[in-house]
Nanobody, 115 residues
Framework: QVHLVESGGGLVQAGGSLRLACAAS????????MNWYRQTPGNQRGLVAA???????NYTDSVKGRFTISRDNVRNTVYLQMNSLKPEDTAVYYC?????????WGRGTQVTVSL
């Protein structure tokens, strides 16, 4: 059984930082691309950042230069370091991977950025 468990969300003022973590189990973690998505009420989930098994990174334009995705293949954990946070970054952040022909999602962690 594949499990993805996010942590690290919370309330932060604009300009502040948070680090999200996603612990994965049930997969050969080092072989899989890991993704962070986010969703606001009434909107679809959108890809925020991705990191491949070879540590290649991709970001949506709105977070480039502010967010950094990384992975620890010993701890089977993917991180999202979020700096210079803006109110528009407020969302539920989800960890995602595609494995065994299926998409797997964590339950999400709320990030709220206040003015």
């Amino acid at each position: 059984q594949v499990h993805l468990v996010e942590s690290g969300g919370g309330l932060v003022q604009a300009g502040g930082s948070l680090r999200l973590a996603c612990a994965a189990s049930g997969i050969n973690f080092r072989l899989h691309t890991m993704n962070w998505y986010r969703q606001t009420p009434g909107n679809q989930r959108g890809l925020v950042a991705a990191i491949t098994s070879g540590h290649m990174r991709n970001y949506t334009d709105s977070v480039k230069g502010r967010f950094t995705i990384s992975r620890d293949n010993v701890r089977n954990t993917v991180y999202l370091q979020m700096n210079s946070l803006k109110p528009e970054d407020t969302a539920v952040y989800y960890c995602n991977t595609f494995a065994r022909g299926m998409n797997f999602w964590g339950r999400g962690t709320q990030v709220t950025v206040s003015l």
